[in-house]
């Protein structure tokens, strides 16, 4: 009798543990295992356009803090050519010029094209633009349009990717989005973009072969970039030692807008957005620039202008997978509290290649002295997403920390991308999207309640 009562007590105990520490939905859909690899340097994905000197590899990104211009990027490979963009508004045919400048890096054995990056300054908000590049030889013209004027109550379409990289499941994320119903109108992107320091000698060609994967959607939509950690490129083994030699001399962002003093952490407004984008790989201790410029940075935030602020950044502070653990924790330490305070509505970050979302949690009671250092509810505080599951050669993040922690609300290992839905200054919709499901398949999501307008309890609305 007291072995069974005892045993009987044991296992309600058990499940009262459980209970306790359970989190959120792990997902049962399991993935087709299969090999994840680089598309052959021969796909139609990365086909040279025709013509003599013809621009390739045209990205654009936000030009200011506003949204009123646009960095315009392309590579040149037989000469310099010009640096020159005409680019004219839908509505009058009257094309203006903008003159950019050409750069070149080498990389060990490498030696990059010429890389042409130009601003257009002073649009239009709400417009639609032509835009042509490779004046004097072969011209190729693309277009896009412009962010509604920043306001409180704008509604806003942002997608989201991370750790893409250029193999077949790379090529099924994009085309996920871009066949998207939900129609992303720009790109937060959350850093590893090509992953060529994983050839030998960090084979720069492959940026060139990423450049013009992607350039379907980066020369028609802008796409906000975040520095991960295959952009560091340090490799002293080959006598390179400039981190982000190569991602910097591709990926131009409008760093000093913001008063940034290096391209790796900024901020901008775009519709009811503020979007501040962090790097993991940079100093973030106390006294370095980026922290100076963060702490400087988050009280200028008006939430009556624009209530919805952002963090992206690489590497997460709450990951429950096996991969990458903790690797986010030393950031966290310094900067969560400051997350917290400033009702930041949503992190999003990759690195794990997987997909995580996590409740609306903190945890910065922790001193040395009182040992608090487990992760509570708080309506302050964001929520953190994972998206490092855009496809990348290294293949999938299966291995997840068991059992879920209780702060841990969804977590599955397949590739995709996700779309956050700004509706107003309360209320945005945001769903993830699974390869591996047809494009308007949603296999999570979640309404997101601004902090700042309207901070009620939304885990009822996830599922
Ligand atoms: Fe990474």
Same mark, same amino acid.
């Given at each position: 009798m007291d072995f069974l009562s005892s045993s009987a007590a044991a296992v309600v105990l058990l499940a009262f543990y459980l209970s306790l520490c359970n989190g959120g939905k792990t997902s049962i859909y399991v993935r087709k295992v299969e090999k994840t690899v680089d598309m052959p340097l021969h796909s139609d994905v990365f086909r040279v356009p025709s013509g003599y000197n013809a621009p390739q590899q045209v990205h654009i990104t936000q $030009?200011?803090?506003?949204?009123k211009a646009v960095i315009v990027s392309w590579v040149t490979e037989d000469e310099p050519g010009s640096s020159t963009v005409l680019y004219w508004s839908e509505n009058s045919k009257q094309k203006k010029k903008a003159e950019g400048k050409v750069t070149t890096y080498k990389f060990y054995n490498y030696t990059s094209g010429y890389i042409h990056h130009c601003t257009i300054r002073n649009l239009e908000y709400n417009t639609k633009y032509y835009y042509a590049v490779g004046v004097g030889h072969t011209t190729r013209k693309f277009w896009f349009t412009t962010p509604p004027?920043? =306001?409180?109550d704008v509604p806003y379409t942002f997608g989201l990717m991370g750790d893409? =990289?250029? !193999?077949f499941d790379s090529n099924s994320t994009l085309t996920h989005y871009e066949q998207n &119903? #939900?129609?992303?109108?720009t790109v937060l992107f959350l850093g590893d973009l090509t992953?060529?320091?994983?050839y030998p000698n960090h084979d720069n060609v492959r940026w060139d072969t990423w450049g013009r994967f992607v350039e379907r959607s980066v020369a028609y939509q802008p796409w906000i970039w975040t520095a991960g950690? %295959?952009?560091?490129? +340090?490799?002293p083994e080959l006598?390179?030692?400039?981190?982000f030699k190569t991602y910097a001399h591709r990926y131009h962002v409008p760093y000093q807008a913001s008063k940034? !003093?290096? &391209?790796?952490w900024y901020s901008i407004k775009r519709a009811s957005a503020y979007i501040i984008v962090l790097s993991s790989y940079s100093a973030y201790g106390k006294y370095t620039p980026q922290y100076q410029w963060l702490e400087e940075e988050l009280?200028?935030?008006?939430r009556s202008e624009t209530p919805w602020l952002i963090v992206l950044m %690489?590497?997460?502070?709450y990951n429950s997978y096996? /991969?990458? /653990?903790?690797? $986010?924790e030393t950031m966290r330490v310094m900067y969560e509290p400051w997350f917290v305070q400033y009702k930041v509505d949503v992190v999003f970050a990759g690195h794990v290649h997987a997909y995580e979302r996590s409740e609306?949690? !903190?945890?910065? @009671? /922790?001193n040395v002295v009182n040992g608090i250092c487990t992760p509570v509810k708080d309506p302050s505080a964001p929520v953190y997403i994972t998206i $490092?599951? =855009? $496809?990348? #050669?290294? =293949?999938?993040?299966t291995n997840m920390t068991e &059992?879920?922690?209780? /702060? !841990? @609300?969804y977590r599955e290992a397949s590739f995709g991308h996700a779309i956050f839905d700004i509706k107003n200054r309360t209320h945005a919709y945001y769903s993830w999207h699974r390869?591996?499901?047809? +494009?308007?398949?949603?296999a999570d999501s979640m309404w997101f309640f601004n902090r700042f307008w309207h901070p009620v309890d939304e885990s009822p609305s996830s599922h």
């Open positions: $030009g200011d803090h506003v949204g004027e920043v =306001g409180p893409l =990289g250029q !193999s &119903p #939900l129609k992303g109108q992953y060529a320091d994983r950690n %295959h952009e560091i490129d +340090f490799a006598g390179e030692t400039k981190p940034s !003093s290096a &391209p790796f009280p200028k935030v008006n %690489h590497c997460p502070w096996n /991969y990458h /653990y903790m690797e $986010g609306r949690v !903190s945890n910065i @009671a /922790y $490092g599951d =855009g $496809g990348n #050669l290294e =293949g999938l993040a &059992p879920q922690p209780a /702060y !841990s @609300a390869n591996h499901d047809g +494009f308007a398949v949603e």
